[in-house]
């Protein structure tokens, strides 16, 4: 029965894995990431780590994939406007990040044949043990973890709002006045796209 | 695994018992609906059909199944099918964490009246129900029609924002109780209060985010039909707009359960120490009667509340609920350390 079990989902999870490098469209690219996440959820259960498992589903497969979704109906991607081939930068990007992949599963492997590598235990997987490791073994990585993550909140704000500010500095430098970042008038020659928001952006001030 | 199924027969009792609830409830709660949209309108509703109108979800349902079931060109195809059942999918099987009476010893064996005894139940339950999120996204993107696509694009916004004041209210409740096990948190009620009490703020906000998790109005602003037609079903007809229906539907009862069994003491009544079958069947109506009035709430609010504005939704969720959510971890959570709850 859990022979079975792990062949089913051990079979999706290569599969749909393939599917999502593989497939055209962006959305069935994404659902099948949600598979993926779901079978490897299911594997993690199995091998006695219900918790991981669960948060796994929660977070990724619930959370994460749900906002690439949300971005890529939100910008309408379609199949045929995805780049063809790639340029060179991204294929040395990728042949890296295989080496790099391939590497960290053989020292996996490498360090589980050993034979006095500890077995994976219930134990070592609960979650009391997991949550110790994670807020006292592990404290500093782990906040830094959460700080990598606000660094990339910010940096994603940042990019967003540059091109908007510097449409309205170019629009000020063409009508002949200097930029006022305070916006105290409000500019005859606005960007259509973002003219709304500077003509707010005055009269709040 | 740590539960392995010893007797295939109480397995399948349990899910006679609790699929049937959560299958019955469907149509009762068609009619509850439809005859409570019309007492809070000050109309008959709809009474020809059998003893107060009884008989109308039957009626309605062959009327689902003999309806032309159209499948537009331009859909995608396999997405589209798959959509409905990824409705359902979710809200079904969530119910199987939900606890419905104490331990049954028949025979000599000892058992725990919960379809899946797992050690993380509440995270289980959380996990499937926010994998629901998708079949309204998939519904919508695969339609090919521009107000599926904004029901959907509406949804996954809307769900991802609720889900964390949900999540964090949830937690609130787990940590007096120290164990995801929804077992546990029943007999912890039973042993102190009911949950509702000293965590009247994280039930507030478990309310509302609940309201927003099952696409009920106020929020149901990814089917929103005065400004996206039907939303992200638009274009299913017959049965497979069934699905999402019956969908709804089911995912109210279990989040109903869920949150019955968080803050008012599930399958458990004060007072009430019964055992063996007896105390089995009345945990099982205790559960039922409890979900039966979270139902008639959301019926009650539906009918008598506005529909928010979607930057008022988005607002409401992040710059409200969610920092309440987070004040009152803190404050359980010190409360916790200090040991008082």
Redesign the interface.
Same mark, same amino acid.
Do not use: H, Q, R
């Given at each position: 029965m859990e022979t079975l079990v792990f062949a089913v989902f051990a079979f999706l999870a290569v599969a749909s894995a393939i599917a999502v490098v593989a497939h055209r469209n962006p959305v069935y690219s994404t659902m099948s990431l949600v598979v993926t996440l779901f079978s490897v959820a299911v594997l993690f259960v199995m091998l006695g780590a219900p918790f991981l498992g669960v948060i796994q589903v929660l977070v990724y497969a619930g959370a994460i994939v749900v906002l690439f979704l949300f971005v890529i109906m939100l910008l309408n991607i379609q199949a045929e406007e995805m780049p063809q081939g790639g340029q060179m930068a991204q294929r040395i990007a990728s042949i890296l990040g295989a080496v790099v992949f391939a590497g960290m599963l053989g020292l996996v492997f490498w360090r589980t044949m050993q034979p006095n590598s500890p077995p994976l235990t219930e134990e070592l997987v609960s979650l009391r043990n997991l949550s110790r490791e994670l807020f006292f073994e592990y404290l500093l990585a782990f906040e830094m973890i959460g700080l990598l993550l606000l660094v990339a909140v910010i940096g994603a704000t940042v990019v967003a709002r540059r091109p908007q500010q510097a449409d309205t500095t170019e629009d000020w430098a063409a009508s002949g006045d200097a930029p006022r970042v305070d916006g105290a008038r409000s500019e005859p020659h606005i960007n259509p796209e973002t003219g709304d928001r500077v003509a707010a952006r005055a009269g709040r001030s | 695994?740590?539960y392995v199924p010893s007797d295939l027969i109480a397995v399948v009792a349990k899910l006679a018992v609790m699929l049937g609830f959560i299958l019955t409830v469907v149509p009762v709660m068609v009619w509850v609906e439809r005859r409570g949209s019309a007492l809070i309108q000050d109309r008959p509703g709809p009474n020809r059909l059998g003893p107060l109108g009884l008989i109308q979800p039957l009626a309605d349902a062959l009327k689902f199944m003999f309806k032309e079931d159209v499948t537009p060109s331009a859909a995608?195809k396999p =997405?589209y099918l798959a959509a409905p059942a990824l409705a359902l999918l979710p809200a079904l099987s969530t119910i199987c964490v939900i606890p419905f009476g104490p331990d049954l010893v028949v025979n000599g064996e000892t058992h725990r009246l919960v379809i899946a005894d &797992?050690? &993380?139940g509440v995270?289980?339950f959380?996990?499937?129900s926010?994998?629901g &999120? /998708?079949s309204l996204? &998939?519904a !919508? /993107?695969a339609s090919n029609n521009k107000f599926s =696509?904004l029901g !959907?694009?509406r949804a996954?916004?809307q769900?991802?924002s609720y889900?964390l004041a949900l999540?964090v209210a949830v937690l609130a409740v787990l940590m007096p109780v120290g164990s995801?096990h929804l077992a546990d948190v029943v007999s912890y009620q039973r042993e102190h209060i009911w949950n509702v009490v000293p965590q009247f703020v994280g039930f507030v906000v478990f309310l509302i985010a609940s309201f927003a998790e099952t696409n009920r109005l106020p929020f149901d602003l990814p089917e929103a039909e005065s400004e996206l037609v039907a939303g992200f079903h638009t274009e299913y007809s017959a049965m497979r707009f069934a699905s999402f229906f019956m969908a709804e539907y089911a995912a109210m009862t279990a989040l109903s359960a869920l949150g019955v069994t968080l803050y008012f003491g599930g399958w458990s009544l004060p007072g009430v120490d019964l055992d063996g079958w007896l105390g089995a069947l009345v945990g099982l109506i205790t559960l039922v009667v409890k979900v039966a009035i979270c139902m008639a709430v959301f019926v009650w609010i539906r009918w008598t509340f506005p529909r928010f504005r979607y930057d008022q939704l988005m607002r409401l969720g992040w710059k409200v609920l969610l920092p309440l959510a987070l004040l009152n971890l803190i404050v359980i959570a010190a409360l916790t350390v200090a040991g008082w709850l």
């Open positions: - | 695994m740590s995608d =997405l &797992v050690p &993380v995270l289980l959380l996990a499937l926010s994998l &999120v /998708y996204i &998939v !919508g /993107y =696509l !959907g694009i996954s916004a769900l991802i889900e999540t995801f």
